[in-house]
């Protein structure tokens, strides 16, 4: 079934521990720092209960991390980095095959962390609790524990290779050293493939197993839930368990580019292209089921965020769109949330709970639907109908753009839904409890819950999607999702204060549409995020008054911020992946060809 897009082509805080504690909308898209609670795992001390073994690689945390490739230093004030990239350029390369080595080592960087955060703070919090499910838990550290080491040595071999390229060592040997592709080749090795194999054909079963276990096992669900919702756990752990796959796409894309700069003579091409081919072969094993992995994640992910609807996570169910929409109702519009599937329409209120869940009021079959365009009615500009045979639902969206993208997508999935043959459920005219024998598909019992949902800190649930779609009334399809997945980036940047022209150089890591900002790539969570569904990204305009080289600018209504980058390779790379979650100008020109 084919797809459609929901990404049109087209004053911050002092520091970003400060938190905007206004409520609304344009609070939620300032930089704010994440609640959530500390992390409890103590990595020197012996957990007291450990049915599960703990990890061999525990000791090799630190050790393949240099910090002298890239310092960070407060010291000299805030636009010390001036200086300092001024002096990067004298000393170190400004090749483009550099540039994209770079991005190798400090996505990895990331990639590593990412790793930990399930190979040894989570198994540190399991090994922590008596009665867990061991057979469970021994599938999923099986398949993480060999991803974890061989990357950790990995790492270790790129920061010695770049650190001769940067002259910091073996200088005399610096001819042959600028290159990165042998480095790739050695840890592509048949050890490393087989394992990526074996987690491509098994991390299906991973995710079922945990599904099933959190379903069956409320001891370990709770210990999971809380897990989820400290610092270090910055993104589900079921987003986590996808990144392997996403990582060999991001070898892909820079091992491609690095080909194409260096063309046939050069004495890395050889290497790389060998390299390039081991990533191709592991690609042609995961093109089969990406989709369906990302589907899966996605459906256990709104899973949670959702009450009122069990067994969200069915064979054959396929997410097609989220967004926020306003419903008619006896009251007037109100605020829903939509969620579209392949068999079935899903519409929800955010409870008043601190659990940052949904409530859902009502469902519509799939097969039964249509969709119909409506004159603008009660100061509602963008409105249209949803017909279920029984009902009827008048909704409006936050702009025309918005309102072609669901009739469309409605439209497209009945289609593909009769095609199927897809039955309706012999239940579709019941009501949910929810919404209290209501015929009409009017909310009368939306100020009271049945059970109140489950009360927990925000931690990174208040950066989902379906919290940033809420805030900011839009919505994002599945094409959206799987985008912002596979487009990541990490690496140094410098960003503007508002009232000063001093520059703060933080660590940032983009992923699932959003930037996590931290001191420096060691740190083991973020000090503070932002969600960019909704923002646009441009160069800044004359009246900006920004005379530095390599500044970006993202925006939403009056909300502003300007991050420089070190090259104009980084500034292109940039542009290009935040493109992938935010509304870029139509007119904007990306620089030196990167697509």
């Not at 790389?272 to 089921?289: D, E, F, G, P, Y």
């Not at 959702?306 to 996570?313: A, E, I």
């Not at 396929?318 to 109702?329: A, H, N, P």
């Not at 933080?506 to 931290?518: A, D, K, R």
Request: hydrophobic share 35%; proline share 4%; aromatic share 10%.
């Amino acid at each position: 079934m084919k797809r459609q897009s929901s990404i049109r082509p087209a004053s911050p805080p002092k520091d970003l521990n400060q938190v905007d504690n206004q409520i609304g909308s344009d609070a939620d898209a300032t930089i704010t720092s994440l609640s959530g609670s500390h992390p409890t795992t103590s990595h020197s001390s012996t957990p007291l209960h450990s049915s599960v073994p703990a990890s061999p690689f525990r000791l090799m945390r630190e050790e393949s991390v240099d910090g002298t490739l890239s310092p960070v230093s407060f010291k000299g004030g805030m636009d010390t980095l001036d200086n300092d990239t001024t002096g990067r350029r004298k000393r170190h390369p400004t090749d483009k095959a550099y540039f994209i080595a770079k991005e190798i080592l400090m996505t990895e960087r990331t990639y590593k962390k990412d790793l930990e955060v399930i190979n040894l703070w989570f198994r540190d919090e399991v090994s922590k609790e008596d009665s867990m499910p061991e057979e469970t838990l021994t599938l999923l550290f099986s398949h993480i524990d060999p991803l974890y080491e061989l990357h950790a040595a990995f790492l270790k071999d790129i920061e010695q290779r770049m650190a001769t390229w940067e002259g910091r060592g073996n200088a005399h040997l610096e001819g042959d050293y600028r290159k990165i592709g042998d480095v790739i080749l050695k840890n592509l090795n048949q050890n490393t493939m087989e394992h990526y194999c074996r987690y491509i054909d098994t991390h299906l079963i991973v995710l079922d197993k945990l599904e099933q276990t959190i379903h069956k096992d409320t001891k370990f669900e709770q210990v999971y839930r809380d897990f989820e919702m400290q610092k270090v756990c910055y993104l589900p752990l079921t987003t986590l368990l996808l990144k392997p796959l996403h990582r060999v796409l991001h070898y892909q894309l820079l091992l491609e580019r690095l080909l194409n700069h260096y063309g046939s003579g050069h004495h890395d091409y050889t290497d790389t292209n060998m390299a390039l081919s081991k990533v191709r072969t592991i690609i042609k094993k995961l093109s089969t089921k990406l989709k369906e992995s990302e589907n899966l994640v996605k459906l256990m992910e709104l899973q949670r965020d959702l009450v009122g609807y069990d067994n969200l996570v069915q064979a054959g169910r396929e997410f097609v769109r989220e967004g926020c929409l306003q419903k008619l109702s006896r009251k007037g519009y109100q605020q829903r949330m939509f969620f579209l599937f392949s068999d079935l329409l899903l519409y929800a209120n955010r409870t008043t709970t601190p659990g940052l869940q949904f409530r859902v009021h009502g469902q519509l079959a799939v097969p039964d639907l249509q969709v119909v365009d409506s004159e603008p009615r009660m100061g509602a500009d963008f409105c249209f109908n949803i017909y279920d045979g029984k009902r009827a639902l008048m909704v409006a969206a936050a702009s025309q753009g918005e309102k072609l993208q669901w009739m469309e997508d409605i439209a497209e999935t009945v289609q593909y839904a009769r095609e199927r043959g897809l039955d309706s459920p012999t239940n579709k005219y019941l009501s949910l409890k929810s919404m209290s024998g209501s015929d009409d598909g009017l909310d009368r019992s939306e100020m009271q819950d049945i059970r109140p949902a489950d009360s927990r800190p925000s931690g990174q649930r208040s950066n989902s999607s379906v919290h940033v779609c809420w805030h900011r009334a839009t919505s994002v399809a599945i094409m959206d999702h799987q985008r912002a997945l596979e487009n990541q980036l990490s690496g140094y940047l410098l960003r503007k204060f508002k009232n000063s022209n001093g520059w703060q150089k933080l660590w940032v890591v983009f992923t699932n549409f959003c930037l996590y900002f931290y001191k420096t790539f060691q740190d083991d969570f973020p000090l503070a995020s932002l969600p960019l569904l909704g923002y646009s990204v441009d160069v800044p305009s004359q009246s900006d008054d920004i005379s530095k080289d390599y500044v970006f600018k993202l925006q939403f209504k009056n909300h502003v911020y300007f991050f420089r980058a070190e090259s104009q390779f980084t500034f292109d790379r940039w542009m290009e992946v935040l493109s992938s979650a935010t509304r870029s100008p139509v007119n904007t020109t990306v620089v030196n060809g990167i697509h």
